[in-house]
């Protein structure tokens, strides 16, 4: 590289930054040294840019306020090391053994079921504790490796709880409506879902609805008239919803288009109805939508500490909007550290052990405690009926933690 | 080649193959990544600089040898070793038809590359429903710990993926070496500088333009073989996706279409670039999205507007590399 | 299946296929003319719609007020582009104009995610849920208005081709390069000029496909193809072509999706595009080369 006189400290900075980054890279130099014991290196891999690119940044969100609730709640200093997996598995699996070159002694993301099968088996490979925020492909703890966790539920949960639940919303309504419309997207979330609503559907017996039509479509479609067509010409009584945000907007849009009120939507288990942008494009037409998901206990001790370090960190957001995302990477980076407290090392081997004996009982997300079975997983996190009202994902059942009533049907609906 | 040219060439030879004993686990997954790029470069290339037929759907090949293979090993535990042979014969099915289908038609320039596009994206969205092979949850490979190298099932650890990937690799380079310098050579290159007059000279150039199809398409099976077995996932979505197909051309275009070399040389350079962005990013502290593949863009342009035959020409004069190539 | 859904939908898959067939008369007339694959069109078309997004965020200007302001735009825009930065690659290899224009692709995708972000934009007019009822038969009123312009538009550059000079001299410059040369018509501005129309055409398809489609950065690459499928089915440099192919494309895909599975639907548009290209390469309306 040619020096020039009279540079600009910030070109120089910029070139010393470019020349010292690709001499790195290419000789592969283990990272810079760092004193080693006292803290906790946890890489946070998270698709924050590419297809998945907002959820990442909501994830992003708790992975940043982890350390500080961390440090006051256990006295243990975290370090975060943050990689952009592009929602991209090249990328992921690339940036994962990167972190662990570069020192991080656990691993900790990526929200999507194909960067964390990339990521275990790197986390697998090189025997370092890998812990998923957020996954919902069952296969990823089938493999039998033995330094991945997954503190989420996988899809047959997500279906089984959810289902669990409209039974639950039925009897709290005290209506029972007879047939249902089936929607689903047609990519890995949305198929897992029907597969495990069809394996489900036959078992249960609170659930006396039928479904009289399925409807898969393209979660990249611009144009859902026929789905929505097809939809209400089944004239079904509720429609059961499996989406994600972009489509679930334009569906919604839709049916006042066509003028189609069925008695609800109601979503099994899927992320979409209860984000921001849902309701900041939809208005009131995103009222009563409901979504049975994974979410966090609204009168937990741990969430209210978790929202005011938010609210800090982000004074114009609101924790509800990003819950789940927030909650559950949270969870994840609470799970390294408690286990790292416990072992007092950060040897890869010692880590993985301790987390396996975790026993989190103070948690901000729904459901038991927090403990690993044999395969890596969590068993028993639970799920909550979250339905939009005034604007805001609420709450309605269980009836233990909800802060207000369910409303179904919702008022659109004439018998 | 020249004096000069061999030489360079043993020297890079020889640090491709000490590389795992100098490297950590980072820098081996970037070279694998680099190596199966080159290798997919290198076999899009024989259809573009042989039989001067733009691809834009070659994902379709990765993704139909990938789901054989893995498809064969899930379903009934046969291996890659003979998984790869039902790979090759579909991908060289398709390619005949394929390129059957374009010659027959007179199909050819943007039309034929629409054509490639078509074929990858109704195979996309067909896998995406066939149950049997996982549809869009895709088809998951069950991984073993890989302690020890089992060559036949190809597990093992990742320097055991980096030598097949360079062995795949060096192959396609001495088969595309020996082919330009054989008489299907000369043919090929008759046929790309002028279909017309090559005919008039008696050759078949439907036979072997047909060739040059099918070998392409045939090569660029076993990457997908591999990388079934390197990621033990696929998804429709992603292995039949466009952007896979345009990374695969990204290398031999910025490197050299129809040169020898600039597959491996493009693929080394984009990957290397993209890596040194993200860092370089990093460095500076800035994380706004976007900015990484912004500045690909940009550096994307330049290459195309300012050395439209590649890098690797120009930097082979500028070496002296001159000869051969 | 009761017939009033099937009219529903195919009067539906009609009214966007005649807006889908106006976003393919840009491309149709940039490659009819100038020869040049533009595997940008879909992501010019998205940064139409960003524009159209942000004068309605500012000032409350209805896309299809909002249509002269960004078509000029994109008329300068593209006059611009073709002259300084395509014009040289008339003459390269395909594989290389493919190439630059993926780059462009590449930097206007990103270059949007950084100023906008990932999320999802649209305008919020009045009408835009409304619909009009006859009886059993639901008319989208957004859907109604958005198609009839993209048939105006199309009827006005139509008439531009016909009629006036610059259209007739233009249509000489496709038909014959070297003749047109020989007449002295300055091939080089006509090529920037078609440039510049396409592209105003496309800004125009931008405007009212916002009032259908929310807008996000990775909107463009499908809406290229698509535009690329509709342009060979309904035959190059015909604009009856384009229209006819973003028809037939809507009716076949809201079909598709009626009768087979929705989530399959777009493997039609792909069997019909291998079909037309093995049986009727100049397309449906085209003329024989």
Same mark, same amino acid.
């Given at each position: 590289?040619? !020096?020039?006189?009279?540079?600009?400290?910030?070109?120089?900075?910029?070139?010393?930054?470019?020349?010292?980054?690709?001499?790195?890279?290419?000789?592969?130099?283990?990272?810079?040294?760092?004193?080693?014991? /006292?803290?906790?290196?946890?890489?946070?891999?998270?698709? %924050?840019?590419?297809?998945? @690119?907002?959820?990442?940044?909501?994830?992003?969100?708790?992975?940043?306020?982890?350390?500080?609730? $961390?440090?006051?709640?256990?006295?243990?200093?975290?370090?975060? +090391? #943050?990689?952009?997996?592009?929602?991209?598995?090249?990328?992921?699996?690339?940036?994962?053994?990167?972190?662990?070159?570069?020192?991080?002694?656990?691993?900790?993301?990526?929200?999507?079921?194909?960067?964390?099968?990339? *990521?275990?088996?790197?986390?697998?490979?090189?025997?370092?504790?890998?812990?998923?925020?957020?996954?919902?492909?069952?296969?990823?703890?089938?493999?039998?490796?033995?330094?991945?966790?997954?503190?989420?539920?996988?899809?047959?949960?997500?279906?089984?709880?959810?289902?669990?639940? *409209?039974?639950?919303?039925?009897?709290?309504?005290?209506?029972?409506?007879?047939?249902?419309?089936?929607?689903?997207? #047609?990519?890995?979330?949305?198929?897992?879902?029907?597969?495990?609503?069809?394996?489900?559907?036959?078992?249960? /017996?609170?659930?006396?609805?039928?479904?009289?039509?399925?409807?898969?479509?393209?979660?990249?479609?611009?144009?859902?008239?026929?789905?929505?067509?097809?939809?209400?010409?089944?004239?079904?009584?509720?429609?059961?919803?499996?989406? %994600?945000?972009?489509?679930?907007?334009?569906?919604?849009?839709?049916?006042?288009?066509?003028?189609?009120?069925?008695?609800?939507?109601?979503?099994?288990?899927?992320?979409?109805?209860?984000?921001?942008?849902?309701?900041?494009?939809?208005?009131?037409?995103?009222?009563?939508?409901?979504?049975?998901?994974?979410?966090?206990?609204?009168?937990?001790?741990?969430?209210?500490?978790?929202?005011?370090?938010?609210?800090?960190?982000?004074?114009?957001?609101?924790?509800?909007?990003?819950?789940?995302?927030?909650?559950?990477?949270?969870?994840?980076?609470?799970?390294?550290?408690?286990?790292?407290?416990?072992?007092?090392?950060?040897?890869?081997?010692?880590?993985?052990?301790? $987390?396996?004996?975790?026993?989190? /009982?103070?948690?901000?997300?729904?459901?038991?405690?927090?403990?690993?079975?044999?395969? @890596?997983?969590?068993?028993?996190?639970?799920?909550?009926?979250?339905?939009?009202?005034?604007?805001?994902?609420?709450?309605?059942?269980?009836?233990?933690?909800?802060? !207000?009533?369910?409303?179904?049907?919702?008022?659109?609906?004439?018998? | 080649?020249?004096?000069?040219?061999?030489?360079?060439?043993?020297?890079?030879?020889?640090?491709?193959?000490?590389?795992?004993?100098?490297?950590?686990?980072?820098?081996?997954?970037?070279?694998?990544?680099?190596?199966?790029?080159?290798?997919?470069?290198?076999?899009? #290339?024989?259809? +573009?600089?042989?039989?001067?037929?733009?691809?834009?759907?070659?994902?379709?090949?990765?993704?139909?040898?990938?789901?054989?293979? !893995?498809?064969?090993?899930?379903?009934?535990?046969? @291996?890659?070793?003979?998984?790869?042979?039902?790979?090759?014969?579909?991908?060289?099915?398709? &390619?005949?038809?394929?390129?059957?289908?374009?010659?027959?038609?007179?199909?050819?320039?943007?039309?034929?590359?629409?054509?490639?596009?078509?074929?990858?994206?109704?195979?996309?969205?067909?896998?995406?429903?066939?149950?049997?092979?996982? &549809?869009?949850?895709?088809?998951?490979?069950?991984?073993?710990?890989?302690?020890?190298?089992?060559?036949?099932?190809?597990?093992?650890?990742?320097?055991?993926?980096?030598?097949?990937?360079?062995?795949?690799?060096?192959?396609?380079?001495?088969?595309?070496?020996?082919?330009?310098?054989?008489?299907?050579?000369?043919?090929?290159?008759?046929?790309?500088?002028?279909?017309?007059?090559?005919?008039?000279?008696? $050759?078949?150039?439907?036979?072997?333009?047909?060739?040059?199809?099918?070998?392409?398409?045939?090569?660029?099976?076993?990457?997908?073989?591999?990388?079934?077995?390197?990621?033990?996932?696929?998804?429709?979505?992603?292995?039949?996706?466009?952007?896979?197909?345009?990374?695969?051309?990204?290398?031999?275009?910025? =490197?050299?279409?129809?040169?020898?070399?600039?597959?491996?040389?493009?693929?080394?350079?984009?990957?290397?670039?993209?890596?040194? $962005?993200?860092?370089?990013?990093?460095?500076? @502290?800035?994380?706004?999205?976007?900015?990484?593949?912004?500045?690909?863009?940009?550096?994307?342009?330049?290459?195309?507007?300012?050395?439209?035959?590649?890098?690797?020409?120009?930097?082979?004069?500028?070496?002296?590399?001159?000869?051969?190539? | 299946?009761?017939?009033?859904?099937?009219?529903?939908?195919?009067?539906?898959?009609?009214?966007?296929?005649?807006?889908?067939?106006? +976003?393919?008369? =840009?491309?149709?007339?940039?490659?009819?003319?100038?020869?040049?694959?533009?595997?940008?069109?879909?992501?010019?078309?998205?940064?139409?719609?960003?524009?159209?997004?942000?004068?309605?965020?500012?000032?409350?200007?209805?896309?299809?007020?909002?249509?002269?302001?960004?078509?000029?735009?994109?008329?300068?825009?593209?006059?611009?582009?073709?002259?300084?930065?395509?014009?040289?690659?008339?003459?390269?290899?395909?594989?290389?104009?493919?190439?630059?224009?993926?780059?462009?692709?590449?930097?206007?995708?990103?270059?949007?995610?950084?100023?906008?972000?990932?999320?999802?934009?649209?305008?919020?007019?009045?009408?835009?849920?409304?619909?009009?009822?006859?009886?059993?038969?639901?008319?989208?009123?957004?859907?109604?208005?958005?198609?009839?312009? !993209?048939?105006?538009?199309?009827?006005?550059?139509?008439?531009?081709?016909?009629?006036? %000079?610059?259209?007739?001299? *233009?249509?000489?410059?496709?038909?014959?390069?070297?003749?047109?040369?020989?007449?002295?018509?300055?091939?080089?501005?006509?090529?920037?000029?078609?440039?510049?129309?396409?592209?105003?055409?496309?800004?125009?398809?931008?405007?009212?496909?916002?009032?259908?489609?929310?807008?996000?950065?990775?909107?463009?690459?499908?809406?290229?193809?698509?535009?690329?499928?509709?342009?060979?089915?309904?035959?190059?440099?015909?604009?009856?072509?384009?229209?006819?192919?973003?028809?037939?494309?809507?009716?076949?895909?809201?079909?598709?999706?009626?009768?087979?599975?929705?989530?399959?639907?777009?493997?039609?548009?792909?069997?019909?595009?291998?079909?037309?290209?093995?049986?009727?390469?100049?397309?449906?309306?085209?003329?024989?080369?």
């Amino acid at each position: 590289m040619k !020096a020039q006189t009279g540079t600009s400290p910030v070109r120089r900075r910029v070139l010393k930054a470019a020349a010292a980054s690709a001499a790195l890279s290419t000789i592969g130099f283990p990272g810079i040294v760092r004193a080693q014991g /006292t803290k906790l290196k946890v890489g946070v891999l998270l698709p %924050r840019s590419g297809f998945q @690119g907002l959820i990442g940044q909501s994830c992003q969100k708790g992975a940043d306020l982890a350390p500080g609730v $961390i440090k006051e709640m256990l006295g243990v200093d975290i370090e975060l +090391m #943050n990689a952009d997996t592009e929602t991209n598995v090249d990328t992921a699996r690339t940036r994962a053994e990167r972190l662990i070159q570069e020192g991080a002694h656990v691993l900790v993301g990526p929200f999507d079921s194909g960067g964390a099968a990339a *990521i275990a088996q790197v986390a697998e490979q090189r025997g370092v504790p890998f812990v998923i925020n957020i996954a919902a492909a069952p296969q990823i703890t089938e493999q039998g490796y033995k330094f991945v966790f997954r503190n989420f539920q996988t899809a047959p949960d997500i279906v089984r709880n959810g289902l669990a639940l *409209i039974g639950d919303l039925f009897q709290a309504s005290n209506i029972a409506p007879r047939t249902a419309v089936f929607m689903h997207v #047609n990519d890995t979330f949305g198929m897992a879902m029907a597969k495990g609503i069809s394996a489900f559907m036959g078992r249960l /017996t609170q659930l006396p609805f039928k479904i009289v039509d399925t409807i898969q479509y393209d979660p990249a479609a611009r144009d859902l008239t026929v789905e929505v067509s097809k939809a209400k010409a089944s004239n079904a009584d509720f429609l059961l919803l499996v989406c %994600r945000l972009n489509d679930a907007i334009i569906l919604r849009r839709e049916m006042v288009k066509q003028r189609w009120n069925p008695m609800g939507i109601v979503s099994p288990g899927s992320p979409g109805m209860y984000e921001e942008q849902y309701f900041k494009t939809l208005g009131k037409l995103s009222e009563y939508s409901i979504s049975n998901v994974p979410w966090y206990n609204p009168r937990a001790e741990l969430t209210k500490v978790v929202e005011k370090a938010f609210l800090k960190q982000n004074p114009k957001d609101k924790l509800v909007f990003n819950g789940l995302n927030v909650g559950f990477t949270f969870e994840a980076i609470l799970v390294a550290a408690d286990a790292f407290r416990r072992a007092r090392s950060t040897d890869a081997k010692t880590l993985a052990d301790a $987390i396996r004996q975790t026993n989190i /009982t103070s948690k901000m997300m729904l459901g038991g405690p927090i403990k690993f079975n044999e395969k @890596g997983q969590v068993e028993g996190i639970g799920s909550a009926c979250v339905q939009n009202l005034n604007l805001t994902p609420t709450v309605v059942l269980p009836a233990a933690v909800a802060t !207000a009533k369910p409303v179904f049907p919702w008022p659109y609906y004439k018998a | 080649m020249n004096r000069r040219a061999a030489v360079l060439l043993a020297m890079l030879a020889a640090a491709l193959i000490l590389l795992p004993a100098v490297a950590n686990s980072y820098v081996l997954s970037v070279a694998t990544l680099i190596l199966f790029f080159a290798y997919t470069g290198q076999a899009w #290339n024989v259809m +573009m600089g042989f039989a001067g037929q733009l691809s834009l759907g070659h994902s379709l090949y990765v993704g139909v040898a990938a789901y054989a293979a !893995a498809g064969l090993f899930f379903h009934f535990g046969i @291996g890659p070793w003979a998984g790869v042979w039902l790979a090759m014969l579909l991908c060289t099915a398709l &390619g005949a038809v394929i390129g059957f289908l374009a010659f027959r038609f007179g199909i050819s320039g943007v039309y034929f590359a629409l054509l490639t596009i078509a074929f990858a994206e109704f195979t996309r969205i067909g896998f995406d429903h066939i149950d049997w092979l996982g &549809g869009p949850g895709g088809l998951f490979i069950k991984v073993e710990q890989r302690e020890h190298m089992d060559l036949l099932d190809l597990r093992g650890p990742p320097q055991m993926f980096y030598y097949v990937m360079l062995a795949l690799t060096a192959g396609a380079f001495a088969l595309c070496a020996w082919l330009l310098r054989s008489r299907a050579g000369y043919y090929w290159q008759a046929i790309r500088e002028d279909e017309q007059a090559a005919q008039a000279l008696g $050759i078949n150039t439907f036979r072997w333009k047909m060739l040059a199809m099918v070998l392409s398409s045939a090569l660029t099976a076993l990457a997908g073989v591999f990388f079934a077995f390197y990621y033990n996932n696929l998804f429709p979505e992603q292995i039949f996706h466009i952007s896979r197909s345009i990374e695969i051309i990204l290398g031999p275009v910025i =490197g050299g279409v129809g040169t020898l070399f600039g597959p491996i040389l493009g693929a080394a350079v984009l990957t290397i670039l993209a890596d040194s $962005i993200t860092e370089l990013l990093a460095a500076l @502290g800035i994380e706004i999205p976007g900015v990484k593949q912004v500045f690909y863009g940009v550096v994307l342009l330049a290459v195309v507007m300012f050395l439209p035959h590649g890098i690797w020409p120009t930097l082979a004069r500028k070496l002296g590399l001159e000869g051969r190539d | 299946m009761p017939i009033e859904l099937v009219v529903n939908v195919v009067i539906a898959g009609v009214l966007t296929g005649l807006v889908y067939g106006l +976003m393919a008369l =840009g491309l149709s007339v940039i490659f009819g003319v100038v020869r040049v694959v533009n595997f940008a069109h879909g992501e010019m078309m998205t940064i139409a719609m960003y524009a159209t997004v942000v004068l309605f965020a500012a000032l409350q200007l209805d896309p299809f007020l909002a249509v002269v302001p960004v078509a000029g735009l994109f008329f300068v825009f593209g006059t611009l582009l073709q002259a300084g930065v395509i014009n040289p690659f008339i003459t390269r290899p395909e594989h290389s104009q493919f190439m630059l224009l993926v780059a462009v692709a590449i930097i206007m995708v990103n270059g949007l995610l950084m100023v906008f972000g990932p999320d999802a934009r649209n305008v919020q007019v009045d009408y835009q849920l409304e619909s009009y009822a006859i009886g059993p038969i639901l008319l989208d009123k957004a859907r109604l208005y958005a198609s009839a312009a !993209a048939v105006a538009a199309s009827a006005a550059l139509f008439a531009f081709f016909k009629f006036t %000079r610059a259209g007739k001299a *233009i249509r000489a410059c496709a038909d014959n390069y070297l003749g047109a040369k020989v007449v002295g018509l300055d091939v080089k501005r006509y090529y920037a000029l078609t440039f510049g129309l396409g592209s105003a055409c496309v800004a125009v398809a931008g405007c009212m496909m916002i009032l259908l489609v929310d807008v996000s950065p990775v909107l463009g690459p499908a809406y290229t193809l698509l535009a690329f499928v509709i342009v060979i089915v309904g035959g190059l440099g015909s604009m009856g072509g384009a229209l006819l192919g973003g028809v037939l494309i809507g009716v076949s895909e809201a079909l598709a999706g009626l009768f087979i599975t929705p989530s399959a639907k777009s493997m039609f548009s792909f069997a019909l595009l291998i079909l037309v290209l093995l049986l009727r390469p100049q397309g449906l309306l085209g003329r024989k080369p």
